[in-house]
Nanobody, 121 residues
Framework: QVQLVESGGGLVQPGGSLRLSCAASGSVFSINFMAWYRQAPGKQRELVAGFSDGGGTNYADSVKGRFTASIDNAKNTAYLQMSSLKPEDTAVYYC???????????????WGQGTQVTVSS
C-alpha cells in the first residue's frame, strides 16, 4: 500500500508565497507520474501541474509563470512552489501519482488527502 501525504497549505495574503509538499510512502518501487490538482468550492477539480521523471512539466494557463512544480526522486516527494498568489488560487490542493509498488509490474493511481490553500487579505 502507498500513501500520499500533502503538507504546506495555509492562509496567505495576496501576492504571497507557499510551498506544498507531497510525500509518497509505503511500498513504493517507482513513480511514473505525479501531478497537482486543485478544487475550489463549487468548481470541478482541475490540473495545476503535471510532470514525470525525465519528462517535461505542464502547467495550467492560470498558474504559468507563478507556480513551479518539482520532484525529488530520492525522497519520493513532489513540491509545488506557489508565488504571486491570488484570491482565485484559493482551493484544496491534491497530489496525484501513478505508483509502481514493490513486487508489482503495473502502476496504480493514488491521491493524497488534500491541503487547503486560502489566499485572502
Amino acid at each position: 500500500q502507498v500513501q500520499l501525504v500533502e503538507s504546506g497549505g495555509g492562509l496567505v495574503q495576496p501576492g504571497g508565497s507557499l510551498r506544498l509538499s507531497c510525500a509518497a510512502s509505503g511500498s513504493v518501487f517507482s513513480i511514473n507520474f505525479m501531478a497537482w490538482y486543485r478544487q475550489a468550492p463549487g468548481k470541478q477539480r482541475e490540473l495545476v501541474a503535471g510532470f514525470s521523471d525525465g519528462g517535461g512539466t505542464n502547467y495550467a494557463d492560470s498558474v504559468k509563470g507563478r507556480f513551479t512544480a518539482s520532484i525529488d526522486n530520492a525522497k519520493n516527494t513532489a513540491y509545488l512552489q506557489m508565488s504571486s498568489l491570488k484570491p482565485e488560487d484559493t482551493a484544496v490542493y491534491y497530489c496525484n501519482a501513478l505508483v509502481v509498488e514493490k513486487g508489482k509490474i503495473y502502476d496504480r493511481n493514488y491521491w493524497g488527502q488534500g491541503t487547503q490553500v486560502t489566499v485572502s487579505s
